[in-house]
């Protein structure tokens, strides 16, 4: 299926909006990655002189759209699930916020949508922890079911406001543990005792 718009979600699990130094809010916070940034390459390319953060998320594909989905109806409306990085500039991500700036350009270039291969819904297997390993250190763990906002109500509050396409993606907001990425890293993304991808991170300066 065609990619069409990949939204994010940010401070949706209560751990790491806490490392942020922010708080959990009433509503989900919305952005948007461009699809221009989407990667199932096995290679993690940083770009030139900049921090680039890892943020590992469950990642929601809709296949079928909708105006005001319900969320007793949202699970029909997604046809996969996979783990994906949300990859950040930090620095860059900051220095927008504190100038009350939009901080697209930190969230989005090339390489920053990073997507595994996405499994048929099965929500037996997708309650299990899934994690990262960097150079076999455990750096974050997660579980669906710590999620502010779950699957269904994110679907039910953005489908509220705007129409969902089929292709669309939904990242799903990082478990606590994000950190920065270095040259020469090997990444593991599991969901239970499965490995779902292995990434090598390398510097565009090289
Ligand atoms: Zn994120």
Redesign the pocket.
Known sequence: MKITNIY???RNYAAHAQEMGNKVLKEPIFFQKSSASLSDDSVITLPRGREIHH?L?IVTSIGKGGNNIQVDDAWTHVDGLCLGL?L?DRPLQHKFKEGRLPWFLAKSFPGSAVITQFDPLDLNVWSRDFWLTINDMEVQRGNMDQMVFDIPALIAYLSARLPLTAGDLI?T??PSGVGPLESGDEMILGLGEEIKGKFRVKSADK
């Open positions: 994010a979600v940010g943020e998320e949300d950040t990242y907001g990082t």
